[in-house]
């Protein structure tokens, strides 16, 4: 077996574990750091609904190579690590025995799917949606003739793929539980936004339901038995019903997990271990306002662990003014965009939060007779006694996806709407809204008005 040494080793090649690795290697020049993945190319996790349909239309063209690594002087080793030893600060791979001085996880997260439909993944034509290269080229090539497809969730996965999936004579049809998609991440009123563009688009929904159980014949999945009593026909099931942390690599190794099996951290992505660390979906995360457990999963939020991760590994070189994780989402939804940042009202309520509102529509462009005007609607949700902005949701043309950020700048810098209120920008014709009316002043300034009254 062959022994190797690295000063710094981070398994797991996603975004949480490539960002790690390289702010790492920037970080402390004068280490060695190595980054172990299980395949010399990644996926783009958002960008697999994209392959497809002509958005992308293969899985080619959704790799990333790990190649780059060598350009900064940091390792890549690619195979599947099958042991780890914390008192020996040993990794064993199948040929190879790598020794090292920190540990990072950033194993990602794994397909979740309930234990009464598992039975039914042996059957050709039901699939989940992994980050793995080889099932999505496979699933790519079996959906590509099929006409009837049935899709399991109502979160951003299921939703883009059953609008990409929806082209042609192909018939998709969504089963979710709640009345609107979207409804984990978005507010009433903003997500009914979305599911009229869905319905709009000719996919059709089945609201209030769920799937009891996915019937074959002869090995090929056959239909798909409701819990109402609707029975659907398909040739294709997507079961997009979310993920799990894959922190199983870590289990035994005296390291505490939370609820939803994350590995805990504090906030400088620190375990109990002084010489590990954790980031990413492996990793557990705790929501900004309460701090208690949540389950959040996003590429961006890897990004923003392996970068703190990465600097602080060997002490504390930035200290973070702000801790727990915001949740910040981007779709597309046929043509229009849809963002949500912090916090919902509704998940404000659950928590006993006193908050205040408001909703602002207008145009993206200005004046809205601009050749590619489009209606612009944004919400922002704050405190009630300090008007300290903790979420926002944002429905509109692809600006959006940078607008919402704006707002999760805002919540992190603990922000209130009178600092929106006299934040000054950059507006013109062709970009923006109209400097009068920027939406996010014009929303935080009806916040204003309502504390007043």
């Known amino acids: 077996m062959k ?6 080793v981070v398994i797991g090649g996603g975004p949480g574990g490539a960002i790690c690795s390289v702010t790492a290697k920037m970080t402390y020049p004068h280490k060695e750091v190595m980054n172990i993945r299980e395949f010399e190319h990644q996926m783009v996790p958002c960008a697999i609904p994209y392959i497809f349909s002509d958005v992308l239309g293969s899985v080619e063209k959704n790799l990333i190579s790990c190649g780059m690594a060598d350009k900064i002087g940091m390792k890549t080793l690619v195979g599947r ?3 780890v030893d914390l ?7 199948a040929d190879k025995e ?3 001085d920190k540990l990072v996880f950033a194993t990602g997260s794994t397909t979740f799917v309930h234990s009464s439909l598992k039975p039914s993944l042996k059957y050709d034509g039901v699939f989940t949606v992994p980050k793995n290269v080889e099932y999505i080229r496979g699933m790519s090539e079996y959906i590509k003739d099929k006409k009837k497809v049935v899709v399991v969730g109502t979160g951003f996965i299921g939703i883009e793929m059953a609008m990409e999936l929806n082209s042609g004579d192909r018939e998709v049809t969504v089963v979710g539980s709640r009345e609107y998609i979207l409804s984990n991440s978005f507010d009433e009123e903003i997500a009914q936004e979305a599911h ?12 209030n339901d769920r799937v009891v159980g ?8 056959d239909r798909v038995e409701l819990k109402s009593g609707i029975e659907l026909e398909a040739e294709v099931v997507i079961l997009a019903t ?3 942390a894959n922190s199983q690599l870590a289990e035994g190794l005296g390291l505490e997990f939370g609820h939803y099996g994350g590995i805990v951290v504090d906030e ?9 660390l954790a980031v990413g979906d492996c990793a557990m995360k705790r929501g900004f306002i309460l701090k208690s457990e949540i389950k959040t999963m996003l590429a961006s939020t890897a990004s923003s662990e392996g970068r703190i991760a990465g600097m602080n590994i060997y002490g504390i070189q930035n200290l973070r003014n702000f801790s727990g994780t915001i949740a910040i989402f981007s779709t597309m939804v046929g043509d229009v965009a849809f963002s949500s940042a912090g916090v919902t009202e509704a998940m404000a309520k659950i928590e006993n939060g006193a908050t205040v509102s408001a909703i602002f529509e207008g145009s993206n462009r200005h004046p809205s007779s601009m050749p590619d005007a489009q209606r612009q609607v944004i919400k922002l949700i704050a405190t009630q006694n300090t008007g300290q902005i903790i979420g926002g949701q944002i429905i509109g043309g692809k600006e959006t996806g940078e607008m919402i950020n704006m707002v999760g700048m805002m919540i992190e810098n603990s922000m209130s709407i009178y600092d929106a209120m006299t934040m000054q920008v950059s507006t013109q014709p062709h970009l923006t809204s109209a400097p009068p009316a920027y939406p996010i002043v014009m929303c935080a300034t009806m916040i204003a008005s309502k504390l007043r009254s």
């Open 81 to 83: 690590v099958e042991s």
């Open 196 to 207: 009229k563009e869905m319905l709009a688009s000719g996919v059709k929904y089945i609201a």
């Open 268 to 276: 400088y992505m620190r375990t109990s271990n002084p010489d590990v």
């Open 3 to 8: 022994k190797l040494y690295s000063d710094i």
């Open 242 to 244: 979310g993920y799990k």
């Open 87 to 93: 008192e020996k600060k040993c990794i064993y791979l």
């Open 98 to 100: 790598v020794s090292f």
């Open 214 to 221: 996915i019937k074959d014949n002869n090995g090929v999945v």
